[in-house]
């Protein structure tokens, strides 16, 4: 690939979307580093997200998100997969797209249920829901998240396999 333009690429979309394989893929073939946001805010605060989120609520836990995307926004040649959440809180979804490129791994919501349904115990906001419930959980939250999601500078169809497909979107935007 030639002289990149792009020093950070931001993954957004909803959990199961696939934003830190791919992530982890796209890092390897730029020979870039790789950061899971969650996993960052964990070893920033010594816990897991789950007990951040139990022990501080859901609107503390935005705000130490923010910081560490704050954080993140500071580095290059990086690929940051970020939580499902975090474009839809403060002023993150323009402060990744002014810092590089925005991908947004879309999927629908069956796909998603298909993607989730079996990881439900390592996912703490789906963990005791139904199927049933899952499946209404995901349709009302991806319906609340889209809009932030769709500002994204690419959508691109999660279902995609490799990691070709999301080359291509990175060296068409570099010659943007």
């Not at 609107?59 to 995307?69: D, S």
């Not at 959440?85 to 990744?96: I, R």
């Amino acid at each position: 690939m030639d002289e990149m333009c792009v020093k950070r690429i931001f993954l957004v979309g909803f959990m199961g979307s696939g934003k830190s394989t791919v992530g982890r893929n796209i890092a390897r073939a730029l020979n870039w580093k790789f950061i899971d946001l969650d996993n960052f805010i964990e070893d920033k605060e010594g816990s897991t997200i789950t007990d951040i989120f139990n022990k501080v609520g859901e609107n503390e836990f935005r705000v130490i998100e923010k910081k560490a995307l704050d954080d993140v926004i500071e580095y290059e040649n990086v690929v940051v997969a970020t939580g499902g959440g975090a474009p839809c809180y403060f002023n993150n979804m323009q402060l990744m797209k002014d810092a590089g490129l925005t991908i947004y791994l879309k999927l629908s919501s069956l796909n998603l249920f298909e993607r989730l349904v079996n990881a439900r115990k390592s996912r703490p906001l789906i963990a005791t829901k139904s199927d049933s419930e899952l499946l209404d959980y995901i349709e009302a939250k991806l319906t609340e998240r889209d809009p932030f999601y769709k500002q994204a500078s690419v959508i691109a169809d999660a279902s995609a396999t490799g990691v070709e497909p999301y080359l291509k979107i990175i060296k068409l935007a570099n010659k943007n």
